[in-house]
């Protein structure tokens, strides 16, 4: 082989694996900027999963924060971090939020379900069934309309959180509000 010959084999190596090192950086550039992506999906969805065991027990649409009744469940999905994330501490337990959406219907943010029933709790001395409770909710609030299960479930959320006392009475479970500064019984 002439020293000719080698050096323009030796040349086409150098362009070779110029050439190669070059597409491997670009390569690792997309593959650094699909990783970033990942990441964020990553805590997206995690977020995502915290909010959904949080509400889990929750049958009753109108507990759920920022989920409106005729809002499609892709839109939720997308959205429900960013906003639970600017409500999270500031309004836990007070009222849920209307978008200009929902504004049509509802002028005012409807209070959350387990709110209303302590109302209604506190309101008689003497224990009151789920059934009672909820005809009376029924009655004083003929836009919500929960069905007897969604009641149920709240009031046992409300006991769970010491807020609401069960009483059984045979085949029969009673409710009545806990006074704040009193040890549950």
């Known amino acids: 082989m002439t020293s000719e010959s080698a050096a323009t084999l030796r040349s086409r190596y150098v362009e070779q694996a110029a050439s190669d090192l070059e597409k491997n950086r670009r ?13 964020q999906e990553e805590s997206l969805l995690a977020e995502i999963i915290k909010l959904a065991e ?8 109108s ?14 999905a997308k959205r ?29 943010p409807q209070a959350l379900l387990g709110d209303v029933l302590a109302d209604l709790l506190g309101k008689y001395e003497e224990p009151r069934l789920a059934k009672e409770l909820r005809d009376e909710l ?21 006991v769970a959180k010491g807020r609401v006392q069960r009483h059984k009475q045979q085949r029969s479970v009673m409710y009545t509000l806990v006074e704040p500064g009193s040890a549950a019984r």
Not at 95 to 106: D, L
Not at 138 to 157: G, I, K, W
């Open 138 to 158: 029924l009655e004083r609030f003929p836009d919500r309309n929960p069905t007897p299960q969604v009641v149920r479930n709240t009031l046992e959320s409300l």
């Open 27 to 39: 390569r690792q550039q997309e593959l650094a900027e699909q990783i970033a992506v990942l990441k």
């Open 80 to 108: 429900a971090p960013d906003r639970a994330a600017a409500r999270r501490p500031s309004t836990a337990g007070k009222t849920r939020g209307t978008s200009a959406k929902a504004g049509a219907k509802a002028t005012s």
């Open 63 to 76: 507990r759920l924060p920022e989920q409106l009744q005729d809002e499609p469940v892709v839109a939720k």
């Open 54 to 61: 949080r509400y889990e027990g929750f049958a009753d649409a």
